[in-house]
C-alpha cells in the first residue's frame, strides 16, 4: 500500500511565491539586467551601444544566435527572411473573419496561431538548418501579419512584402502604402523606429516572455507559443501599458492638463488609478530604455516639427513624480512604455497599434527565448500551489 504520510515528506516543501518575485525559473545566456544599477546587456553588448550602433535585424541575429552577424551573415538573414514573407492567401479569409472593430492584438494572437494550421511540421530544434528556417519563418511572417491586423481595421487591401526594402522601411509601407499615392517612408521614422525595437526586443523572463518559455516547455510549436506571448504582452500591466499610457495623457489633457490632481489619484490608495508607464517590476534605480527613447522622442519630434502638448504633460508628470516622496519611496521611475508612445504618435501610428509595435519589436527575444528553453532540454513547466480550499465534503445536491 503506499504510505502517503512518506510520499508527503518526499516531495519535500513548496515555496510560495506569487507573481514570481524572488524566484528564478531558468538560467539564460541571453539577456542580462540590473534592476538596481539600471543595466541592459544583449548577450553582453550594452543597450546604450545596440541603440546607437546595430540594427533591429543585427540586434535580432545576435539575440536568436548568440553572435553579433557578419555583413555576410546579415544580408544573407535578409534575404531569407524576405523568402518567407508570403503568408498563405487562405489567412486572408480568417482576417475576414473579424469584425474591424476588434482590437489589433487580439486578431495578431488569433492570426499568429492560425500560422499553425499552414506550417503544422514541428520544428527539430537539434537541426540548425530547420531552427534557422523556423526564425527566418517567423520574422518574416509575423511582421506582415501584424500590419495586416492594421490594415484590417482600416478597411483598407492588404499589402505585401517589398523586396528592394528592409526590414523595418518594410513595416511601414505595409502599414500605410495605399494603391492610389506613391509612398516613401522618411528616413528619420525609420531610424526612429529601428532604435525602438531595438529597445524591445528582449527583457528576460518578463511575464510574456515566460509564457512563451512555459508554453514552450510542453513542446508545443514556436507559433503556438508566440500567439500566446502575444496574448500575454497585451495585458495593461505589461505592453498594453504604452497604449494606456497615451489614452491617459490624453485625458489629461483633456481635462485642463492639471497633472497635480492625477499625482494624488495615483497616490490615493482608494482609488485603483495607477500612473501608467511608472514603475517596474525590476528597474528600481532607472530604466535605461526610457532613458534612450525620452532622447529619441524629443529627436524626433523636433525632426519632425511636430509640437505635441501631450509631450509637454509627460514631462510635467515626470519631474512631479522625480520629486514625489510616494513615488521615490516607492521606485517608481517612467518605464519603457512612458515614452515610446509619443514616439508612435509622432509617426501616425494609431494608439490602439502601440501593442502590436512592442510585439513586433519583442519577437526576436521570444524567439531566442523559446530556442533556449528547447536546446537546454527543459522540463515542462509546472509549479505547484498551496491549497487553501474547502476539506473533503460528502456530496449532496443542493435542494
Ligand atoms: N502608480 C501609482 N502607484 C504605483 C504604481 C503606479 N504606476 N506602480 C506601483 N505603485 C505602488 C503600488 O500601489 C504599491 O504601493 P504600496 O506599497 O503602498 O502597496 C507599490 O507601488 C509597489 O507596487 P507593486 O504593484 O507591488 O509592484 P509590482 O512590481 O508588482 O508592479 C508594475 C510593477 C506592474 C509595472 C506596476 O508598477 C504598475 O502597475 N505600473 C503601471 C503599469 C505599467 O506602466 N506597466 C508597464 C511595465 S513595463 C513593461 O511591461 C514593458
Request: hydrophobic share 40%; glycine share 8%.
Amino acid at each position: 500500500a503506499i504510505d502517503i504520510k512518506k510520499l508527503r515528506d518526499l516531495t519535500g516543501i513548496i515555496t510560495l511565491d506569487p507573481g514570481y518575485k524572488n524566484s528564478g525559473s531558468c538560467t539564460s545566456k541571453i539577456t542580462f539586467l540590473d534592476g538596481e544599477l539600471g543595466i541592459l546587456r544583449y548577450r553582453g553588448y550594452s543597450i546604450e551601444d545596440l541603440a546607437e550602433k546595430a540594427d533591429f535585424l543585427e540586434v535580432s541575429f545576435l539575440l536568436i544566435f548568440g553572435e553579433l552577424p557578419t555583413a555576410e551573415q546579415l544580408e544573407q538573414f535578409e534575404v531569407d527572411i524576405r523568402k518567407y514573407t508570403l503568408v498563405n492567401e487562405e489567412m486572408k479569409s480568417i482576417i475576414d473573419g473579424f469584425p474591424r472593430t476588434a482590437h489589433p492584438m487580439g486578431v495578431l494572437a488569433a492570426l499568429t496561431s492560425a500560422l499553425t494550421a499552414f506550417n503544422p511540421k514541428s520544428v527539430n530544434v537539434d537541426n540548425d538548418k530547420e531552427m534557422y528556417q523556423a526564425v527566418c519563418k517567423t520574422m518574416g511572417k509575423f511582421l506582415v501579419i501584424a500590419t495586416w491586423t492594421y490594415r484590417k481595421s482600416m478597411g483598407y487591401p492588404l499589402n505585401y512584402y517589398d523586396n528592394t526594402k528592409g526590414y523595418v522601411e518594410n513595416f511601414m509601407n505595409l502599414m500605410f502604402k495605399l494603391p492610389t499615392e506613391p509612398y516613401k517612408a522618411s528616413p528619420i521614422v525609420i531610424d526612429a523606429l529601428d532604435k525602438l525595437f531595438i529597445l524591445h526586443a528582449d527583457h528576460e523572463q518578463n511575464c510574456s516572455t515566460s509564457t512563451v518559455r512555459m508554453v514552450g516547455s510542453s513542446h508545443a510549436g514556436l507559433f503556438a507559443s508566440i500567439s500566446a506571448g502575444v496574448s500575454a504582452l497585451w495585458g495593461p500591466l505589461h505592453g498594453g501599458a504604452n497604449q494606456a499610457v497615451l489614452e491617459m495623457l490624453e485625458e489629461i489633457h483633456k481635462n485642463g492638463g492639471d497633472t497635480d490632481a492625477y499625482m494624488a489619484k495615483a497616490k490615493d490608495k482608494e482609488d485603483p488609478f495607477r500612473l501608467m508607464g511608472f514603475g517596474h517590476r525590476v528597474y528600481k534605480s532607472f530604466d535605461p530604455r526610457a532613458q534612450i527613447i525620452k532622447k529619441a522622442a524629443n529627436e524626433v519630434l523636433e525632426t519632425l516639427g511636430v509640437d505635441d502638448p501631450i509631450l509637454a504633460i509627460a514631462k510635467k508628470l515626470e519631474a512631479a513624480a522625480l520629486e514625489d516622496e510616494y513615488f521615490k519611496s516607492r521606485n517608481l521611475y517612467p518605464n519603457v512604455d512612458f515614452y515610446s508612445g509619443i514616439i508612435y504618435r509622432a509617426l501616425g501610428i494609431p494608439t490602439d497599434m502601440f501593442t502590436v509595435m512592442f510585439a513586433i519589436g519583442r519577437l526576436p527575444g521570444w524567439i531566442a527565448q523559446w530556442k533556449e528553453m528547447r536546446e537546454n532540454k527543459e522540463p515542462i513547466g509546472r509549479p505547484r500551489q498551496i491549497y487553501t480550499g474547502a476539506a473533503l465534503r460528502d456530496f449532496n445536491k443542493p435542494e
